[in-house]
């Protein structure tokens, strides 16, 4: 990906871009709350840049309405209607932020030069070309962009797929040679396993990329892994915390300075189907083809492999969930070894496993999932 050298900003001002999820700006007073926000980061002598996610729901909604009309709508149209839902969340922002003194101008993502290929509902970032967004920061102004959305070498507007909020961030952090990229949501940080399931799960003070890269691709869902590997690229430090409050949160970035555990986080991707596909190559070539960035993991013997999809149901499947340690040793035969006795101690059924170089996954039955998490992590963090 090509980025256009831009100088900081004016008078050598740190630029500080940070990204607001969904329900973070879901209401006039979230929205007023996060202005607040901006502008105080504006006061304490920071450029900013802020992305936007739609408000919750939003998308969702816009896709239902689509759908009610036709169960195959046009790609190219459904990126036209949900891109809707940031312009709607920016501009509301930029308004906010112009009520409380704070010069603020919203930019579509095309606006600022977010260029991709030519894939529609999941695209790639190709080329950043910032100069109008540097002019604004350079006049004084908060620029706030509608994440997820670009437009295409074809002058198509696209979206980047879901999570795309957090692509557009990174990619105008590294554009702008920012001081910090945050990425603000509903969550206080990066944790041990998801809360929700596991309420002693203790937040991760700082996580390499690759670790985080392999939490998000086996079911984290605090950053999408597109964002994380171009963080990597780049070498920007990810700093990921609660939208509500200043808190610490957890820092991203290339090595720890803190001594890291063999496992350092669980994930769990609950729905995902495996496929049995017999002995034959073929069969191994045709699921690579067919499935291909939905494949999580391949297991078994050369007669009998299984691979395991991200998929709700596909024909001919098993349903399962998958449950991920990852580490620097989480790969390990131990670590391997040490997930599937956990799991078989509680009486869960496994269905298949697998080990790669940062992580041990094995995959169980959907109603067992919750409790293989919660035993695995009292074994590796309690």
Same mark, same amino acid.
């Given at each position: 990906?090509?980025?256009e050298? @831009?100088?900081?900003?004016d008078?050598g ?6 990204k607001?999820?969904?329900t ?5 007073d979230?929205?007023?709350r996060?202005a607040?926000? #901006? ?7 920071n450029?900013? /840049?802020?992305? /936007? ?7 969702d909604a ?16 459904? =990126?036209?209607?949900v891109t ?12 906010? &932020?112009n009520?409380?003194g ?12 977010i260029?991709? =290929? ?14 109008r &967004? ?12 509608? +994440?997820f959305?670009g437009?295409?070498t074809?002058?198509? #507007? ?15 952090a590294?554009?702008? +040679?920012a ?6 949501? =509903?969550v206080?940080?990066v944790h041990?396993? =998801?809360p929700?399931?596991v309420?002693?799960a *203790?937040?991760i ?8 890269a392999?939490? !998000?691709?086996?079911?984290?869902t ?5 964002a994380?590997?171009? *963080?990597?690229r780049e070498?920007?430090?990810?700093t990921?915390?609660p939208a ?22 669980l994930? &769990?991707l ?5 496929v049995r596909? +017999?002995p !034959?190559?073929?069969h191994?070539?045709?699921a &690579? ?7 999580r ?9 299984v ?5 709700d ?5 098993? @349903?399962?969930?998958l ?9 390990s035969?131990?670590?391997?070894a040490t /997930?599937l ?13 697998s ?16 409790r ?6 009292s074994?590796?963090?309690?």
């Amino acid at each position: 990906m090509e980025l256009e050298s @831009q100088p900081q900003g004016d008078g050598g001002m740190p630029i500080l871009v940070q990204k607001y999820g969904g329900t973070s700006v879901d209401g006039r007073d979230k929205i007023m709350r996060v202005a607040r926000r #901006v502008a105080a980061a504006r006061a304490e002598g920071n450029e900013v /840049v802020v992305v /936007v996610s739609a408000q919750g729901g939003t998308t969702d909604a816009l896709l239902c309405e689509a759908r009610s009309i036709t169960s195959e709508p046009a790609q190219r149209e459904l =990126d036209m209607l949900v891109t809707a839902g940031e312009r709607i969340s920016m501009s509301l922002l930029a308004i906010a &932020l112009n009520s409380l003194g704070c010069r603020a101008v919203s930019f579509t993502g095309s606006q600022v030069g977010i260029i991709t =290929d030519t894939r529609h509902t999941n695209a790639r970032i190709l080329e950043v070309r910032p100069a109008r &967004l540097v002019r604004e920061l350079e006049r004084g102004a908060v620029v706030v962009v509608g +994440g997820f959305q670009g437009v295409s070498t074809e002058k198509e #507007v696209t979206t980047l797929g879901r999570g795309g909020s957090d692509t557009t961030a990174v990619a105008l952090a590294a554009a702008l +040679g920012a001081e910090r990229c945050e990425i603000l949501t =509903d969550v206080d940080g990066v944790h041990t396993a =998801d809360p929700r399931f596991v309420p002693g799960a *203790a937040i991760i003070e700082q996580i390499g990329y690759e670790d985080m890269a392999e939490l !998000a691709r086996t079911g984290a869902t605090v950053l999408k892994e597109d964002a994380i590997r171009f *963080a990597e690229r780049e070498r920007i430090a990810l700093t990921v915390g609660p939208a509500s409050r200043s808190t610490p949160g957890t820092i991203v970035l290339e090595r720890p300075a803190t001594q890291e555990r063999s496992v350092v986080g669980l994930s &769990l991707l609950r729905k995902a189907s495996l496929v049995r596909l +017999g002995p !034959a190559a073929t069969h191994l070539a045709e699921a &690579l083809r067919e499935h291909g960035s939905s494949l999580r993991f391949l297991a078994g013997s050369a007669n009998d492999l299984v691979a395991a999809v991200e998929r709700d149901a596909l024909p001919g499947s098993e @349903q399962a969930s998958l449950v991920c340690a990852v580490g620097p040793d989480a790969g390990s035969g131990d670590s391997l070894a040490t /997930v599937l006795e956990t799991a078989a101690s509680i009486g869960c059924d496994i269905l298949a496993a697998s080990s790669c170089a940062r992580s041990a996954t094995v995959a169980v039955p959907r109603p067992q999932a919750e409790r293989a998490l919660r035993a695995l992590h009292s074994r590796f963090f309690d």
